[in-house]
């Protein structure tokens, strides 16, 4: 129902920033709660953040809190993950993914019902 195309990942130093952005085509955005995860091989899909339809709630993984900031534009159809203060440990495929959001649906989604092809960030030291 909705296709996720993530971007803006690459190479950076520690401490640099970073942003990302996932772009939706499909269904309406605000029917989705949007999340983000990140994976590196040999280990579980992490996660990472998530924000609410109109983006009035957002919830963190301790590990980036502070320093990530989900954020999105249901105009524009694109949510993003602007990651700052970045450290090695933060390497990793990051995914999108979209959870529907109905209204017997509950903030933070249990599930995500859609995933982006996912897109590489690799922080040097």
């Known amino acids: 129902q909705v296709q996720l195309v993530e971007s803006g990942g690459g190479l950076v130093q520690g401490g640099g920033s970073l942003r990302l952005s996932c772009a939706a085509s499909?269904?309406?955005?605000?029917?989705?709660?949007m999340g983000w995860f990140r994976q590196v091989p040999g280990k579980e899909r992490e996660f990472v953040a998530t924000i609410s339809r109109y983006g009035f709630s957002t919830t963190y993984a301790d590990s980036v809190k502070g320093r990530f900031t989900i954020s999105r534009d249901n105009a524009k159809n694109t949510v993003y993950l602007q990651m700052n203060t970045l450290k090695p440990e933060d390497t990793a495929v990051y995914y999108c993914?979209?959870?529907?959001?109905?209204?017997?649906?509950?903030?933070?989604?249990?599930?995500?019902?859609?995933w982006g092809q996912g897109t590489q960030v690799t922080v040097s030291s």
């Open positions: 499909g269904r309406t955005l605000s029917s989705y709660f």
């Open positions: 993914a979209a959870a529907s959001a109905g209204t017997s649906s509950t903030y933070p989604p249990l599930r995500y019902d859609y």
